[in-house]
């Protein structure tokens, strides 16, 4: 959370032929008001993740390159994208970000501030969800690109 990955998903997503899918909005919009626990946040994103994985291995057979900005922060969430992958018979790049708690949290506190996502995370549930954080093991089978912290 606060990492930077919605950021990079963008910059990916700008190359010709690259579609941007963000789970944020999907969440807010099919489930307003409901995200309101971890355990609300957790069934919506595996309701989402249900429904949205064969359109993305539809958009990856037909040749289209796909950016997830969808958490990966745990086995379970990984191997959701690791099935949409093999499905599809589809190159991939997991990235991961580097960011301490600190930096995280500062830009957790600019992001509320601003009122442009679609949802305000305080410091307690940011420390909530990062308890989760699994990094990714070699045995997981992705193409890992390393991204330093950078602020």
Same mark, same amino acid.
């Given at each position: 959370? $606060?990492?930077?990955? $919605? /950021?990079?998903?963008? +910059? ?5 032929? /690259?579609?941007?899918?963000?789970? @944020? ?10 995200? !309101? !626990?971890?355990? @609300?946040?957790?069934?919506? $994103?595996?309701?989402? %993740? ?11 057979? +037909?040749?289209? $390159?796909?950016?997830? @900005?969808? &958490? ?9 994208? %690791? !099935? ?15 960011? =301490? ?18 949802? /305000?995370?305080? @410091? =307690?549930?940011?420390?909530?969800? !990062?308890?989760?954080?699994? &990094? &990714? ?5 992705? /193409?890992?690109?390393?991204? &330093?912290?950078?602020?």
């Amino acid at each position: 959370m $606060s990492a930077g990955k $919605s /950021t990079l998903a963008v +910059a990916l997503a700008a190359r010709p032929g /690259t579609i941007l899918v963000r789970e @944020d909005p999907w969440l807010a919009g099919l489930y307003p008001g409901e995200q !309101t !626990t971890l355990a @609300d946040c957790v069934r919506n $994103s595996r309701r989402l %993740r249900g429904v949205m994985g064969p359109h993305l291995v539809a958009l990856l057979r +037909a040749g289209l $390159s796909v950016v997830l @900005d969808f &958490p990966a922060n745990t086995p379970e969430s990984r191997a959701w994208m %690791r !099935t949409i992958v093999q499905e599809a018979e589809a190159a991939h790049q997991l990235h991961e970000l580097e960011a =301490d708690d600190a930096l995280c949290k500062a830009r957790l506190r600019r992001r509320n501030a601003a009122g442009a996502h679609e949802f /305000t995370v305080s @410091d =307690d549930e940011f420390d909530l969800f !990062t308890r989760f954080f699994v &990094p &990714p093991a070699a045995e997981e089978g992705f /193409t890992v690109a390393h991204h &330093p912290q950078d602020d």
